[in-house]
């Protein structure tokens, strides 16, 4: 279950009532389509649900279906109240394995629409980046890793907040997706 926001308008870095060290804490682990029915409105933050279900739908036409994403951003935090605005993307960061058989440097070179941020923003209002499951571990591979987590463990002015993670695996897509019609069915939920 994905905490509510605190009073910051922030995901908390840390369940709410629990020691520290608790493993239940951000990123905290949710279903997809509860992913949905928490943030779904209003319609700009529809849109970008939108946009990140057909950028996992692409992933997965390529054979991509096994890891996990981290979901952050504006888009986790309660935004239109901070800065007056609704969010423009959600920040995901893809920890995936390469399907077997695949050619990386070929897929990636064919399909880099789908591994280079600025072309998955315009496309799927989707900040996103790769990160390859499945390689020896390296000193590089620790770096970024360490990086990503200490960027989206806290805004830019310092303060802790929490992100979400999502498995990789498409059978909670169309769950999701029949969720975020209904809401937008029905004009948002409340």
């Known amino acids: ?4 926001w605190n009073i910051l308008g922030l995901l908390p ?7 520290g060290n608790n493993a239940d804490r951000s990123p905290y682990v949710a279903n997809l389509h509860q992913v949905v029915e928490r943030f779904a409105t209003p319609p700009e933050r529809t849109a970008i649900l939108s946009g990140l279900l057909g950028y996992r739908h692409e992933l997965h036409q390529l054979g991509i279906v096994a890891g996990f994403q981290w979901l952050d951003g504006s888009f986790m935090e309660q935004v239109e109240v901070l800065d007056s605005r609704a969010p ?4 995901v960061i893809t920890f995936f394995s390469w399907p077997a058989g695949i050619d990386q440097q070929a897929m990636a070179a064919k399909h880099k629409r789908l591994f280079m941020s600025q072309q998955t923003k315009a496309l799927f209002k989707v900040d996103g980046y790769p990160c390859i499951l499945g390689e020896s571990m390296e000193g590089r591979h620790v770096r970024q890793i360490a990086y990503w987590y200490s960027m989206w463990s806290h805004k830019r002015s310092g303060t802790w907040k929490g992100f979400v993670q999502v498995d990789l ?11 975020l019609d209904l809401i937008a069915k029905e004009g948002g939920l409340s």
Not at 1 to 4: F, L, S, V
């Open 13 to 19: 870095p840390i369940r709410p009532g629990l020691p």
């Open 169 to 179: 695996s498409p059978q909670e897509d169309a769950q999701a997706q029949k969720v």
């Open 1 to 4: 279950m994905i905490p509510d």
């Open 88 to 91: 423009r993307d959600v920040d």
